[in-house]
């Protein structure tokens, strides 16, 4: 068939299904929308996020601490009296999964002074860095040290023909890498005394722009050898650079009280407990992380004061019953960043078996400054399930009636603040990708879907700039009501609602159906029958996820198998299944449910520690970047499941991001089982 032809046949399928007759429609009833619409303040949230902003808020530190006693006591002043901090132990030697746990860091003083010489000798000329002004001039994870030394420049600092000629001994330098890395060098091996750095981190199209930024700096936890580094802008690097480079003698005193300690992984939570004795032991979870350098306002704290807003709006119209207790209990977490998700989900098993759905929240009010893009993100394609369709329904009402306001002035929900923009969200529905919470929750050792919302690019991301005065109240408003509509449903979800969810997942499945046939076609026709019968068997999958909430009646089921057989039929081009193959292809791996979690930890790579950090950067999966994305290590484990071989998980993932060759996928897992991650 060509493809004008299957165009027109494919028009002629979607004109004929009645399906579509009728537009996206709200999961909830008019009454709950308003009610949620009309609570919900974006002010409120921003007031919570200028306190939370002012804190330096690294694991277990005292600036964590305060944030987070903050959020217990708003909690508790919004009427949910079970809010609390609950403590994980964090000495560096205890395993929580697949993370490592790292000590708690805090820091009480630290400055960096250039000098300046005069008769009498060396004194104070301009300070740099200074941890009570700045905290983010301290890379974390500096320990303390007290050192008068010259500066010398070594580029980028990670290879070691940037120390050729130079005796740095002693020394501090210059370097244009993260101090991690750098340290590796220039300080294990080389004897230098500490490292300013001014990594460009985060690169996006505004990267390098603004030469006046101070970006957060990180030293390895577990590094062999104790240091320090400072961050300084590009601008301040560019110059002593200059300087060096002509000659001069540049020369600073730096001065660090900071360190790693004994203590605890600290994690605040909450709940509202449902109302059905049968499921309120189910739960609904709301995630973010509050862990960030100061002031991390979008990065964090927004998605903090956005499930912060979310909770006392829930707890508030329940009490008042303006809308009705959900059935299941919703519960509302605020953890260090991965680590402290791992932490939880490990120190509180019963947990990962009792929730039914997360709504992330990362990075949520980036106003219009940031040039951020708000995204409401499936999870991993590896893992199907009905709850990120929701969250999609909820974003894309939003997306209207936002957009209705914007061009026309009146909206039945124009979800704006006093304090606010008035710009349509144009909320992006995209497809997984990692680098927070969800990503624990959606690993297929725990099996918990995840709506991810998050805002990217931000120009201002782990930068002095992240600060209170970019974000939107808003759009914090939008994103909490997304993420409270999103969980109130589904912490409501009953039988009563499978009919509507089931017209909601055939519309979706229309759309993505539509995007199937151009990704389609860019592949080999060798591939071409592997990634439709996937894609459909994705589909299929999403109903039967539904069962977990409430069960799908049989005639509902098989209507619903018509549907999806009508549309395979239309879209065609599916085919017999591959023959299987001799060799590596036919082995069949099983995951070690005593280590659970995925390989994405925080500050640890438990592969490199225990496979060995040389033969871990010779893996090629990890490296290997497909025809949409480069996420395979993350699912080829995902899709370790005691049925599929090497050959069906290396098609799946070629479905997901692209082709690509069963050796690299049959090499990781090889390894994977070798530290005994999996098993055949």
């Given amino acids: 068939m060509t493809a004008s032809a299957l165009a027109a046949s494919f028009a002629a399928f979607v004109i004929l299904c009645p399906t579509l007759a009728a537009q996206d429609r709200p999961l909830l009833p008019d009454r709950t929308l308003a009610a949620l619409a009309g609570e919900l303040s974006g002010e409120v949230a921003k007031r919570n996020l200028e306190f939370i902003a002012r804190e330096h808020r690294i694991r277990g530190s005292v600036g964590w601490r305060r944030a987070g006693q903050h959020i217990v006591d708003q909690l508790k002043s919004y009427g949910i009296a079970d809010a609390t901090i609950e403590r994980f132990p964090a000495d560096g030697k205890r395993f929580y999964g697949t993370q490592r746990s790292r000590p708690p860091w805090d820091a009480t003083f630290a400055e960096l002074w250039e000098l300046r010489r005069e008769p009498g000798g060396w004194v104070r000329n301009r300070r740099l860095a200074d941890w009570n002004a700045m905290p983010v001039t301290l890379a974390q994870d500096s320990e303390s040290g007290e050192v008068e030394a010259d500066l010398v420049d070594v580029g980028n600092g990670t290879a070691e023909r940037d120390y050729l000629g130079k005796e740095v001994r002693g020394k501090l330098v210059l370097a244009g890498a993260q101090p991690g890395p750098v340290a590796r060098l220039a300080v294990e091996r080389f004897g230098a005394a500490g490292i300013v750095s001014y990594a460009q981190n985060q690169r996006t199209a505004w990267w390098g722009e603004n030469d006046n930024l101070i970006r957060w700096g990180h030293l390895e936890t577990f590094a062999p050898s104790k240091t320090f580094a400072f961050m300084v802008s590009l601008k301040e690097a560019r110059a002593l650079q200059q300087r060096i480079g002509l000659g001069q003698q540049v020369r600073f005193s730096a001065k660090v009280v900071a360190g790693k300690h004994d203590g605890d992984y600290e994690v605040v939570t909450a709940t509202i407990p449902g109302a059905d004795p049968r499921l309120k032991d189910e739960e609904v979870a709301f995630s973010c992380h509050l862990d960030h350098q100061r002031p991390g306002a979008n990065d964090n704290a927004s998605g903090c004061v956005a499930i912060l807003e979310a909770a006392r709006t829930l707890a508030a119209l329940i009490a008042s019953e303006r809308i ?227 069960p799908v009646p049989a005639a509902l089921r098989a209507e619903q198998e018509t549907f999806l057989s009508g549309l395979e039929r239309t879209i065609g081009g599916i085919g017999p299944a591959r023959a299987a193959a001799a060799g590596a292809g036919q082995t069949v791996y099983r995951r070690n449910p005593a280590i659970k979690g995925p390989l994405s930890t925080f500050g640890y790579d438990y592969l490199a520690d225990h496979y060995g950090a040389e033969r871990t950067g010779a893996l090629r999966l990890p490296a290997f970047s497909g025809r949409w994305g480069s996420g395979y290590p993350y699912e080829v484990l995902n899709l370790v499941d005691g049925r599929r071989s090497v050959r069906e998980i290396r098609d799946a993932v070629s479905a997901i991001y692209g082709p690509v060759p069963v050796e690299l996928v049959a090499e990781y897992l090889a390894a994977l089982e070798e530290v005994k991650l999996v098993s055949r």
Avoid: C
């Fill in 324 to 550: 009705p207790r959900p059935a299941r209990t919703l519960r509302f977490i605020w953890p260090p960043e991965i680590e402290g998700t791992h932490a939880l989900l490990n120190g509180r098993p019963e947990l990962g078996q009792r929730i039914r759905a997360v709504i992330h929240m990362d990075m949520v009010g980036g106003g219009p400054d940031t040039k951020a893009t708000f995204h409401v993100t499936r999870g991993p394609a590896s893992f199907p399930s009905f709850v990120y369709d929701v969250g999609a329904t909820f974003g894309a009402f939003v997306n209207r009636q936002s957009a209705e306001y914007a061009g026309t002035g009146t909206a039945a929900y124009p979800l704006v603040s006093a304090e606010g923009g008035k710009e349509p969200l144009q909320a992006d529905f995209a497809d997984f990708s990692q680098g927070s919470d969800h990503e624990v929750y959606t690993d297929a050792s725990y099996g918990i879907p995840a709506i991810y919302l998050n805002d990217w690019p931000d120009r201002y991301i782990h930068t002095n700039l992240d600060a209170p005065a970019n974000v939107d109240p808003t759009k914090l408003k939008r994103a909490a009501f997304i993420g409270a509509a999103s969980g109130y449903f589904l912490a409501a979800f009953g039988p009563s609602d499978v009919g509507p969810v089931v017209g909601m997942l055939r519309v979706a499945a229309l759309r993505r159906a539509a995007a199937l046939l151009p990704m389609r076609a860019e592949l080999p026709d060798s591939e071409q029958a592997g990634f439709s019968r996937f894609r459909f068997g994705y589909e299929r999958a999403l109903l039967g996820s539904i069962d977990r909430f409430a």
